[in-house]
């Protein structure tokens, strides 16, 4: 049985243990007319019934889906004869990702041994699905019956069933957490790796990037001095939030305070359509007509500007920042209580001035949460600055040159066939950390001025 036929079977069973549980509470009681004597409402009693049968069920075909495939593996592997159990443990995990490979149709080789082991593993794979679906229902049943059985007046359903609520918020909760600390240490032990083989002082402070495999037939050599990179990046998002800061906050203060709500109901959908743009058009936009356009005004001023340039990837950036900014900036204005305002004008301030010393600094810490979410999307852009700024690792600062980035240097070095074990694949993780750390900073700087207005504010 198929899993997603496997877990719509397990809902009906779950549907149909709610409707048992609920009716024998009903009538353990006497009847409807009594359910003031039942603990809880007899729905409650319903629900825990259900839970029984499908969250034993469901954690079974999770652990199957997690573990199955390397179970399966596992016994293929020692049921190959001969000269494979002489094989390293490396050399027997490619062997297994090379058989659950061509069990999904894209080996590479038809080797004797691996055809053979591809249907045996095919076999034990029907043999196991159809264990685990008799599982699955079996534990289903049992579950519910188990529960059915006690549903007796004093039993605490509501509670049970809140409590099993607050597991698995928590155990969401957790795995939110779990993900994040997973995603940074599997960033970390890489960058490690590459810090073991390029001293960390050459990667910060060294100016010339040059990631490639050093060979000395070509006499090419590797330069991974990430400054040039950082720098760009910081060009070009700045540059972006230049254009999106005052564009969307000002457009938010007019929408907010001085907008009538006929314009207002038209154009903010409108501005909000711009978060809706894939990036790839903003790309195409930068590419044929922003950046000619830059380089041609440029020509005429005596300027060489080139096609490619941080100027040209900023400004398309900035266009497409702006909603982020304006949005948010608009929401909080708009949540400030209308009697600050009242209170401002009775004062004799004029609108302008309630605007600025009283409403703009009562909204800062969403404004600022705008604005950061602005720039942690500025700097980790990626096509935009593809197609728009090129991908040469220039060290200047200079906005009408062709600069590069660090999210499109990860890319770069991550795209295709590489050698996991080099050092010029493991700079994308060195990477990837650094950029962690400037978000992270970032993170902490807001929230520092966040906290300073809350303080004052509330």
């Not at 954690?59 to 190959?80: F, N, Y």
């Not at 060009?235 to 207002?264: D, K, N, Q, T």
Request: charged fraction near 15%; proline fraction near 4%.
């Amino acid at each position: 049985m198929q899993t997603s036929d496997l877990v719509l079977v397990i809902i009906l069973l779950a549907l149909v243990g709610y409707r048992l549980g609920r009716a024998r509470a009903i009538r353990v009681v006497g009847g409807s007319r009594l359910v003031r004597r039942l603990h809880s409402l007899p729905a409650y009693y319903g629900i825990l019934t259900a839970l029984w049968c499908a969250i034993p069920a469901l954690l079974v075909i999770a652990g199957w889906q997690l573990l199955g495939d390397r179970i399966l593996t596992d016994a293929v592997l020692r049921e190959i004869p001969g000269h494979v159990h002489g094989l390293t443990s490396a050399d027997r995990d490619l062997l297994g990702t090379e058989i659950e490979n061509a069990v999904a149709g894209d080996a590479t080789r038809n080797r004797g041994e691996i055809m053979a082991a591809v249907s045996r593993y095919q076999v034990l794979q029907r043999q196991a699905n159809t264990a685990v679906s008799v599982a699955c229902i079996v534990v289903a049943l049992l579950g519910g019956v188990i529960v059915w059985r006690r549903i007796k007046p004093q039993l605490q359903a509501r509670n049970a069933v809140e409590y099993a609520i607050t597991a698995v918020l928590l155990m969401c909760a957790c795995v939110a957490i779990a993900t994040t600390i997973g995603i940074v240490l599997s960033v970390l032990f890489e960058a490690l790796r590459f810090f073991e083989r390029i001293p960390l002082a050459e990667f910060l402070f060294g100016l010339h990037w040059n990631p490639q495999v050093s060979s000395a037939a070509s006499g090419s050599e590797s330069f991974f001095g990430a400054v040039p990179l950082f720098v760009g990046t910081l060009l070009v998002a700045l540059i972006a939030m230049m254009v999106a800061v005052p564009v969307g906050l000002f457009s938010a203060i007019y929408l907010a305070e001085y907008a009538s709500s006929g314009f207002r109901s038209v154009s903010k959908p409108v501005l909000e359509t711009l978060a809706g743009i894939p990036t790839v058009v903003y790309g195409f936009f930068a590419v044929l007509t922003l950046g000619p356009l830059l380089r041609d005004l440029g020509q005429s001023a005596g300027l060489a500007i080139s096609t490619e340039s941080a100027l040209s990837a900023g400004l398309v950036m900035g266009v497409m920042i702006i909603p982020y900014v304006s949005s948010l900036a608009d929401d909080m204005l708009r949540a400030v209580p209308q009697s600050l305002r009242d209170g401002s004008v009775a004062l004799g301030a004029t609108q302008s001035e309630t605007i600025r010393r009283v409403v703009f600094p009562a909204a800062m810490p969403g404004i600022v949460g705008g604005i950061l979410l602005g720039v942690s999307r500025a700097i980790g852009e990626t096509m935009i600055v593809v197609m728009a700024a090129g991908l040469s690792a220039n060290l200047t600062i200079n906005p009408l040159h062709a600069v590069t980035t660090v999210t499109v240097q990860i890319v770069t070095l991550l795209a295709g066939d590489q050698e996991l074990e080099s050092p010029v694949t493991l700079a994308a993780f060195a990477l990837g950390l650094s950029l962690f750390v400037i978000t992270l900073l970032l993170n902490v700087v807001a929230l520092q001025v966040v906290r300073r207005y809350r303080e004052q504010y509330e």
